[in-house]
């Protein structure tokens, strides 16, 4: 009886309290952009399992790279380097792929193999470079990482000889970027269960919990006994590893490593989406859903406006004043919060 | 509470840390010069001084923060050496230093259990996964033994009063610590009714057996709420006495030099 009792009374606490989160209210402009898009546009355009799965898969690098965003944000630091290491993750195991299978469809098996730890281990090493000036060098992440943005983008096009880098085993592309598991792109999945593992890591675990203890006040974590340097150095490596994941994610959709523009919108995409996530660049606060929520944004945003014949464009305005908007919101909220209490 | 209903006469129990002619120099500052105490179980000792007496030096070497040029820190009877503050809190010794160490964007649970977070057994435990219940539970516990002013103990720190904070940063102490707490000017931010909330918490800690040295510049407050009082001046001891034993006037004449 208790237990019956209890539970609605839980749910319905749940729903007025809900509106107190910053997640609830980015989920009220995300499903406001759907249904706003799937009234405007013609039938059978935006509302389609087909555009579904084109959303699905566009969303895929980007949630890769604003999970590594958001841990690293939490802990009050930042990565400004992902796209670029993303852009020399896929260039390193794009040329490892073709390398290896050689043009012959024998090796196919074992090039996407090595590639894929080239990838992964390239985006970890760029990770350990910035991870050890910024844990044990102790110079701002800032600094590190744009130093690291502009490094790893020259590398990949010293590597790739200035141009996109093609002729990954056709397979792979078939096999892995364009397949689907019951119905839902692989990418996707791929990037669903990285996200999942990152979630677990940053709200169940002694690590995450470290993270966010570093972002909140690094002074009271060290006092604390909580090893700093380490931690910092295993995140950068993280989220190193996650950008050659989303690098590879890359290479397996399209069957091409681009160098032409070094990922940076997608990096801005991600911070964007961690901060319209409610994240706090100071530290302390962020939580992985709400970035996922704030990843949707950004590429429905894309998704919608090309259907809809509008300049591309427009995406990065509209995606701008969002970014603004939800952060001011977010600092009202805040505010009036501890005042109330 | 009266200060002696819980341990009977101040200054009785056994003596938990006895600093012993303890000498510190900064450059050419000598902070402390032969400088001694003894914490007992079940008191609490203020320390007081003017500004350069040596108080905060005093507390820093207790806590393992300074390293002393010369005198010895016993606890429980034994020769102590820090290297370095953990080594301070292995045997039981918590300082709540003035700027609290609080994540503000964190629980009460969290903020208690910083850097000593407990997992749970088996597989999960292995893999780093928290046992977020137990210490919810441990500190909710805490916090009502201890009568921390704080109902909810899943509540960001930086929700809660200056005087809730302070509870947080003493009662975090008190849980880890076996014998010894030391705090640094714990209410001197505060004002008026979250003082008396703390100065209350002060003498749970003593009921509960604890040593407390209590580093403060308000004298109606240790006069209050301490058992003995030791005064510094200058870097050396200018006395202790029993605090029922004295008033405002024997303590500012002291740390002014008056009784030489």
Known sequence: MLMEQAAPRRLAAAFRSAPATGVFWILVVLVALIAAFALILPADTFVTTFNAQTVAGDASTLLVLAA?????????????????????????????????????????????????????????????????????????????????????LGAARLLSGGSNVSGTPASIQEEVGLATVFGVPLPFVVAAILVLACGFLLSRTRWGEHNYLIGSNEEAARRGGIAISRHLFMLYVLSGALAGCAGLIEVARFAVASVSTGHTTELIAALAAVVIGGASLTGGIGLMGASVVGVFIPVVLANGLLIGGVERFWQDVVVGIILVAAVGFDQWRRAREVSES | ????????????????????????????????????????????????????????????????????????????????????????????????????????????????????????????????????????????????????????????????????????????????????????????????RQRAAVDELIKNLRSRHYGVLLISHDVPQVLEISDRVT?????????????????ATWVVTAMVGGHS
């Open chain 2, 1 to 192: 509470m009266h200060p002696s209903s819980a341990t009977g006469q101040a200054g009785t129990g056994e003596p938990v840390l006895e600093l012993r002619d303890i000498r510190k120099a900064f450059g050419r500052v000598e902070a402390l010069r032969g400088v001694s105490l003894t914490l007992r179980a079940g008191e609490v000792h203020a320390v007081m001084g003017d500004n350069g007496a040596g108080k905060s030096t005093l507390l820093k070497v207790a806590a393992g923060v300074v390293k002393p040029d010369g005198g010895e820190v016993r606890a429980q009877g034994a020769a102590v050496e820090f290297a370095s503050p953990l080594d301070a809190r292995r045997i039981g010794i918590e300082t709540v230093y003035q700027d609290l160490a609080l994540a503000d964007h964190r629980s009460c649970v969290a903020n208690v259990y910083i850097g000593r977070e407990v997992r749970r057994s088996g597989l999960l435990g292995h893999l780093g996964v928290l046992d977020r219940a137990a210490m919810t539970d441990r500190t909710s516990q805490a916090f009502g033994q201890l009568a921390v002013p704080v109902s909810d103990v899943e509540r960001p720190v930086r929700m809660l009063s200056g005087g809730q904070r302070q509870g947080v940063a003493i009662a975090r102490a008190a849980i880890w610590a076996k014998t010894i707490v030391l705090l640094d000017e714990p209410t001197a931010a505060l004002g008026v």
């Open chain 1, 68 to 152: 590594g965003a958001t841990v690293v944000i939490i802990s009050g630091g930042l990565d400004l380097s992902i796209g670029s290491v993303m852009t020399f993750s896929a260039v390193a195991a794009a040329l490892t792929m073709k390398s290896v299978s050689d043009g012959s469809s024998d090796h196919e098996f074992t090039a996407a193999l090595v590639g894929v730890g080239v990838g992964v281990g390239s985006g970890a090493a760029w990770g350990a470079i910035n991870g050890w000036l910024i844990a044990y060098a102790r110079l701002p992440p800032f600094v590190v990482t744009l130093g690291s943005l502009g490094a790893a």
């Open chain 2, 231 to 247: 005064v510094l001046r200058l870097g050396r001891n200018a006395g202790t006495r029993d605090t029922s034993d004295v008033d």
